[in-house]
């Protein structure tokens, strides 16, 4: 563990054992806060995980798990939530200072930063006041104990199918992420940056952190949901979806969803965090399912 101290305050930087050792029991610690998460993302992305505190009198005020690259704190790819936690203990007033203050410290170690704060950080003064800029983005979080969906979703339910399954974990991971790997070439992802995402995927899957949730007719792929799994919190995060458009008339697309947040509430899972609210038709397609809309702030350093 390292230090940079000043009076009753200190920036504390943790090995990853210690940071498990000492906070790995914690209700904030998140899968983004998880040494074995975040080394995944190290192994293809060829980063360095950093973890730390900042401690007043004794007290952790902020716990952030981030990653370097060379002397830049960095966000590697765009699924990824900054491991964020803010102690609210502390009054406002001491946040924004406090938050402030450890910026501040970060600067003189970093020549740039980037977070991707978690939903639960709306308050990005701040970073703003310390020469951040930011970019707003959206969510929607799917409480899974509710089903009130709109009856246009309803309908769809009801559509009569040729008889699809529901599996969790297809044996055939290969052929589902060729699937998405097709979608990211038609929504235009380059493909130096596809290169990336699935082994990734792959890794993630293979360390426990991901699942495939699929429809199936017959030995085919109708839909699938790539899920990242944040079990210490109880949260889902459905990163990506796969469907296919010639069974769009069966109500796949919509089953899809309805079956993945049925499984996930069966595993206590309690919310579920959509991404792509940002993106006008798949924006309006998953507010009919009974869900809330999140802010998200990319922050980035001027």
Same mark, same amino acid.
């Given at each position: 563990?390292? %230090? ?17 050792? !000492? ?14 998460? $975040?080394? =995944? ?5 060829? +980063?360095?995980? =950093? ?6 009198? @004794? ?23 900054? @491991? ?8 406002? *007033?001491? *946040? ?17 930063? #980037? ?9 990005? #003064?701040?970073?703003?006041?310390? @020469? ?36 969790? $974990? ?18 235009? +992802?380059?493909?130096?940056? +596809? ?7 792959? %890794? ?17 792929? =109708? ?17 990506? *979806? ?8 069966? @109500?796949?697309?919509? !089953? ?14 309690? =919310? ?20 809330? $809309? ?9």
């Amino acid at each position: 563990m390292v %230090k940079t101290e000043h009076r009753d305050k200190a920036l504390n930087f943790y090995k990853a054992d210690d940071w498990v050792a !000492k906070y790995g029991g914690e209700e904030w610690f998140s899968s983004f806060h998880h040494p074995q998460f $975040l080394n =995944v993302h190290a192994l293809v992305y060829k +980063v360095k995980p =950093v973890y730390f505190t900042y401690v007043i009198k @004794g007290k952790i005020v902020f716990a952030i798990s981030s990653f370097e690259k060379g002397n830049k704190l960095i966000v590697p790819d765009h699924f990824l939530r900054t @491991g964020f936690w803010i102690n609210l203990a502390f009054n406002e *007033i001491q *946040i924004l200072t406090f938050l402030q203050e450890m910026l501040k410290e970060l600067k003189a170690i970093y020549k740039n930063i #980037r977070f991707n704060l978690p939903v639960e950080i709306t308050d990005v #003064r701040p970073f703003v006041w310390s @020469g951040f800029k930011f970019k707003l983005m959206h969510t929607y979080e799917k409480k899974l104990n509710t089903r009130n969906y709109h009856t246009n979703i309803a309908r769809m339910l009801k559509k009569k199918d040729p008889g699809f399954t529901f599996t969790c $974990l297809d044996r055939d991971f290969t052929h589902i992420l060729d699937i998405h790997r097709r979608d990211f070439y038609r929504f235009g +992802v380059r493909r130096k940056h +596809v290169a990336l995402y699935l082994p990734l995927l792959q %890794k993630l899957r293979n360390e426990g952190f991901l699942i495939d949730l699929n429809l199936k007719f017959e030995n085919e792929i =109708v839909a699938s949901n790539l899920v990242l799994l944040n079990k210490m919190q109880k949260k889902a995060y459905i990163v990506l *979806i796969a469907r296919s458009q010639q069974w769009y008339e069966f @109500g796949a697309h919509a !089953k899809i969803y309805d079956k993945s947040f049925e499984y996930l509430k069966n595993e206590g899972y309690e =919310v579920a965090d959509l991404f792509g609210a940002d993106v006008p038709g798949f924006a309006l397609f998953k507010l009919k399912f009974d869900v809330e $809309l999140k802010l998200l702030s990319s922050i980035l350093q001027c």
